[in-house]
């Protein structure tokens, strides 16, 4: 099956802790996307990622981190820096042909603090 | 601020009935989507209209556009219990490779 995986489905950090968040896709797809749905709310944008070794900030990248060295994986860091973690993630991707229109998502990450 | 505000924030109806929500927007853009979420669960793309659209239909889905007021609609006839989800509007902002959110509406779909 073609699709997005995310684990784990629930993470629990320690105050002072950076934890990390993985997405794998196997859609072949170039552009991939963090973002942060908090209870009742829409999703805001966290970093997204067009290409291989390249990402950009969201509006609210603060206290997060990211790589992209395959165009498979994608993976989020929360930082002792995000003040504010316990939220829904959620990973997205997109393919460059559609001009990165029709997103597909993961099954997202519940982050708690303990 | 949210690029897309969405109303109701809640809407409870009985199975079969009509299902109609609204989404504003402030800047001009390429596309309008449409995404439902089921509780605890990622997104899923519906529909997708284009900025020189006016109209779609896909299913039980009718989306409309109106970009003089901003403005769409996602209307789900004869609703059935397995509509019972949030639903979000997205943006494709004119020279912006990403999408905006809105809040979404949580439908529920009584029996």
């Known amino acids: 099956d073609g699709g997005i995986t995310q684990s784990p489905k629930y993470l629990f950090r320690k105050e002072g802790q950076n934890v990390t968040l993985s997405c794998e896709q196997n859609l072949n797809h170039d552009a991939m996307y963090w973002y942060r749905q908090d209870p009742g709310q829409g999703l805001r944008l966290i970093y997204y990622?067009?290409?291989?070794?390249?990402?950009q900030k969201g509006d609210i990248a603060e206290g997060y981190s990211v790589s992209r060295e395959k165009k498979e994986s994608f993976p989020l860091t929360v930082t002792s820096a995000q003040k504010n973690p316990t939220a829904f993630y959620l990973c997205?991707?997109?393919?460059?042909?559609?001009?990165?229109?029709?997103?597909?998502f993961g099954s997202g990450t519940q982050l708690s603090v303990l | 601020s949210q690029q897309g505000e969405e109303d109701p924030q809640a809407l409870s109806i009985q199975e079969g009935e009509n299902a109609t929500m609204n989404c504003s927007y402030k800047t001009s853009i390429n596309n309008l989507q449409w995404y439902r979420q089921n509780s605890g669960r990622g997104l899923v793309h519906l529909i997708l209209i284009r900025s020189n659209e006016r109209e779609k239909h896909s299913g039980r889905l009718r989306v409309t556009l109106d970009t003089s007021k901003k403005s769409s609609s996602l209307l789900i006839t004869a609703s059935r219990a397995a509509d019972t989800a949030s639903y979000f509007c997205?943006?494709?902002?004119?020279?912006?490779?990403?999408?905006?959110f809105g809040q979404g509406t949580r439908l529920t779909i009584n029996p």
């Open positions: 990622s067009q290409i291989v070794n390249d990402f």
């Open positions: 997205a991707s997109s393919d460059w042909d559609r001009g990165y229109e029709k997103l597909f």
């Open positions: 997205a943006t494709q902002i004119q020279g912006a490779q990403k999408l905006v």
